[in-house]
Each structure stands twice: as structure tokens, then as C-alpha cells.
């Protein structure tokens, strides 16, 4: 059995941890399952930061994704330590960790890089922590794409943007604002991006893939139409 330990409910994050676990668990034929109990940086869910399976569920309601929520017995198997500890309001998680076999317990040396250690877990193990690299799932991208296929119909609205998408060379431009501009959410780890890094990275694609047209989704639409111009047919979705 492979357990991954969710940090946030941003469907990002969630399907780095998915694609991780996912193929180590097709590896070795084993489930795969999700520990809920604390997801670290959550704001979304109140001062606990204690996700329910329904909060975590609701935020990929449209794929079929192949891992079940864990009980405490899963968790506790799986990491060789004591489940109860990682509920524990302050540094319970520290401790988890501490108490954990080491050949069960597994977090990436480095947030943004891939840990080859990874190539040698066998299950149980307990995955906790990020794995932001495709590196994690090289091999088992097949399987993941069949994944996160959407299982239900776009509104009429997301249709008629999906056949401009389809009908010109569309690039898909993604601005996030939201926590980005909240240093207390985020810390200051991220950029604040823009104009310039928008139209740097547009020149980039259209030298390898020709010109085209822009379809630019944000979370602060209104913000991206005022300072994210990409030619006269972009279109603010």
C-alpha cells in the first residue's frame, strides 16, 4: 500500500502527490491512498487546517482518480508509526516523521528537484511532503492521462471557448493572482509576474510552435485584461 500525504486542496499540488504515489503504486500493483488529516498551507479550510474527504474530494470532482481516502490503521501501517501523533495541534506531523521507519517514510530532499532515493521505495511507504517534477511519474504517463480525463460535460459557456480553443493555434496563458499577492499566504515565495514575463514567454512558444492565438485564464480576470496585452485577438476567458 503507498499513502501520500496531501499539502493544500490547490488541484495542482493534489495531482503532483496523485502522479507520485500513482506510479508507485501501478510499480509494485498495490492501492493507493490519500492521508486528509492535515494539509499543510490550506487556508481555504479554517484556523484547523483539517480537511474532510468531502473537501478534499469536491476539489477533482470531474476525473476518476485511482486512490481512496486513508484510515488511521492505513496510515499507521504504512509509515510504522503511531497515526494518533500526526493530529497533535502543534508539531504533530515533526513528531510522525521522527517516529516513522525510515524505509517507510519518505519526503523529497528538495521541494522543487527530483530525489532519486524515490527509485528504490517499496511499499508500505508513506509519501509526505511535494514532488514537483515529471520525473516522479516518468514512465506511467499513459496511465495518469486516462486518469484525468473530465467525466463530465463542459457548460454551454466553457463549450463555445473549447471550439475557439480547437478552431486556431491557441495558447493557453495562465495568470495567478489570488495568494500570489498576499505575502501572508505565501510568504513571498512566488513572483509577482506580469506584463513583461507574459510577453517573454509568448515569444519563447511562438519560435518553436509559429504564432497564435492567446486565451488567457486567471483568478483575477479584470486585473489580467488591464495588464496582460498578447495582441488584439486575445481572448480573457
Not at 509577482?192 to 507574459?198: E, K, L, M, T
Request: overall charge positive; glycine content about 8%.
Amino acid at each position: 500500500m503507498i499513502v501520500a500525504k496531501l499539502h493544500g486542496l490547490g488541484i495542482g499540488n493534489m495531482l503532483f502527490h496523485y502522479g507520485a504515489g500513482r506510479a508507485l503504486a501501478l510499480k509494485f500493483g498495490v492501492p493507493l491512498k490519500y492521508d486528509f488529516l492535515r494539509t499543510r498551507g490550506s487556508y481555504h479550510i479554517g484556523s484547523t487546517n483539517i480537511a474532510t474527504r468531502e473537501q478534499v474530494e469536491a476539489v477533482y470532482p470531474c476525473y476518476d482518480l485511482k486512490w481512496s481516502p486513508a484510515t488511521a490503521r492505513d496510515v499507521g501501517a504504512a509509515a510504522g508509526a503511531p497515526e494518533f501523533v500526526r493530529g497533535l495541534r502543534r508539531g504533530g506531523f515533526r513528531i510522525f516523521a521522527a517516529l516513522a521507519r525510515k524505509d517507510r517514510y519518505f519526503a523529497p530532499a528538495r521541494t522543487y528537484e527530483f530525489d532519486s532515493r524515490f527509485l528504490s521505495l517499496e511499499p508500505p511507504v508513506f509519501l509526505d511532503s511535494f514532488y514537483m517534477s515529471p520525473r516522479y511519474f516518468a514512465g506511467f504517463e499513459p496511465q495518469l492521462r486516462a486518469d484525468l480525463v473530465c467525466c463530465l460535460a463542459l457548460p454551454a459557456a466553457a463549450q463555445a471557448v473549447e471550439r475557439e480553443i480547437r478552431a486556431s493555434n491557441s495558447i493557453s496563458v495562465h495568470i495567478r493572482r489570488g495568494d500570489y499577492t498576499d505575502p501572508s499566504k505565501t510568504g513571498n515565495l512566488f513572483p509577482n509576474y506580469g506584463q513583461d514575463y507574459a510577453e517573454t514567454a509568448l515569444r519563447q512558444i511562438e519560435e518553436a510552435k509559429g504564432k497564435g492565438r492567446c486565451f488567457v485564464f486567471s483568478d483575477d480576470i479584470g486585473w489580467a485584461a488591464q495588464n496582460i496585452r498578447l495582441g488584439p485577438d486575445t481572448v480573457y476567458v
